[in-house]
């Protein structure tokens, strides 16, 4: 039993929940929750933690795992939930190629240039799921794809997607187009509306840039076509995860 908020196991539970360079260096990173634990296969869960209380009730979830039991006051300080589930587990980071993305010989992928918001990547990583994509594309200088509030917004896709966190999208783009990949950009000066363009006959990804600016315009330029979605009234853009999970519906519905 855990007892004291000075064990050395809180404290890095404590700096893998806040810290992104820590998740970095450790290469781990924390799931809370049963559900989400349930989502994760043994081998990439490295230990368990148990309230007191949720052990006591319903005892382990994983038999194949080593874990601790936390003191329920503890544990509920360190949980970053606002109704802390009473388990979480410490997870192995996976690390993907940009090969393995491109497994299918026409893909559809979507690629994320610095987006910050940790709630736009988790929902756009679990549409992704949804709609069938071949993976996520993203820069270096998006939010931590394991940051916590991402990991929850996934609700389990992110142990399930693909992703590549790439150091330079000018390269990745080319390297892309050379596989014949049609880059289309979401662009506010789009000269195609977004249902317009044929995502079928070809692989295809879909640029979506940062929620206040937009794609740069050196990255607006590697791609092969613009597009927009129209827009009423005074609404000047979409959510970026609302405007992600517009494009890849559409080639799901053109592919279906």
Same mark, same amino acid.
Request: proline share 3%.
């Given at each position: 039993?855990?007892?004291?908020?000075?064990?050395?196991?809180?404290?890095?539970?404590?700096?893998?929940?806040?810290? @992104?360079?820590?998740?970095?260096?450790?290469?781990?990173?924390?799931?809370?929750?049963?559900?989400?634990?349930?989502?994760?296969?043994?081998?990439?869960?490295?230990?368990?933690?148990?309230?007191?209380?949720?052990?006591?009730?319903?005892?382990?979830?994983?038999?194949?795992?080593?874990?601790?039991?936390?003191?329920?006051?503890?544990?509920?300080?360190?949980?970053?939930?606002?109704?802390?589930?009473?388990?979480?587990?410490?997870?192995?980071?996976?690390?993907?190629?940009?090969?393995?993305?491109?497994?299918?010989?026409?893909?559809?992928?979507?690629?994320?240039?610095?987006?910050?918001?940790?709630?736009?990547?988790?929902?756009?990583?679990?549409?992704?799921?949804?709609?069938?994509?071949?993976?996520?594309?993203?820069?270096?200088?998006?939010?931590?794809?394991?940051?916590?509030?991402?990991?929850?917004?996934?609700?389990?896709?992110?142990?399930?997607?693909?992703?590549?966190?790439?150091?330079?999208?000018?390269?990745?783009?080319?390297?892309?187009?050379?596989? @014949?990949?049609?880059?289309?950009?979401?662009?506010?000066?789009?000269?195609?509306?977004?249902?317009?363009?044929?995502?079928?006959?070809?692989?295809?990804?879909?640029?979506?840039?940062?929620? @206040?600016?937009?794609?740069?315009?050196?990255?607006?330029?590697? @791609?092969?076509?613009?597009?927009?979605?129209?827009?009423?009234?005074?609404?000047?853009?979409?959510?970026?995860?609302?405007?992600?999970?517009?494009?890849?519906?559409?080639?799901?519905?053109?592919?279906?």
């Amino acid at each position: 039993m855990i007892n004291s908020r000075n064990n050395k196991q809180i404290k890095n539970i404590m700096s893998l929940i806040k810290q @992104s360079k820590e998740r970095k260096k450790q290469k781990k990173y924390v799931v809370e929750g049963e559900k989400m634990i349930l989502e994760i296969p043994s081998i990439h869960i490295e230990k368990m933690y148990y309230s007191q209380s949720y052990y006591n009730e319903k005892g382990l979830i994983n038999q194949d795992v080593p874990y601790d039991c936390i003191e329920d006051g503890i544990f509920n300080t360190i949980s970053d939930t606002m109704t802390p589930q009473g388990v979480l587990g410490i997870i192995k980071q996976k690390v993907y190629a940009l090969e393995d993305l491109l497994v299918s010989d026409q893909p559809v992928l979507i690629a994320l240039e610095n987006v910050q918001d940790p709630g736009n990547i988790g929902t756009i990583i679990r549409t992704a799921e949804g709609a069938g994509l071949n993976g996520v594309i993203l820069t270096k200088d998006c939010v931590d794809i394991y940051n916590p509030k991402v990991v929850r917004s996934t609700m389990g896709s992110l142990h399930r997607v693909p992703f590549f966190i790439t150091e330079n999208i000018k390269d990745t783009l080319s390297h892309l187009k050379n596989k @014949s990949i049609k880059v289309v950009a979401a662009h506010l000066k789009g000269n195609a509306l977004y249902d317009e363009v044929d995502y079928k006959n070809n692989g295809v990804v879909f640029l979506i840039g940062n929620e @206040s600016k937009g794609l740069s315009e050196s990255t607006a330029l590697e @791609s092969d076509v613009w597009i927009k979605i129209p827009l009423h009234g005074q609404v000047e853009s979409l959510n970026a995860s609302v405007a992600a999970s517009l494009l890849m519906y559409e080639a799901e519905r053109q592919r279906r």
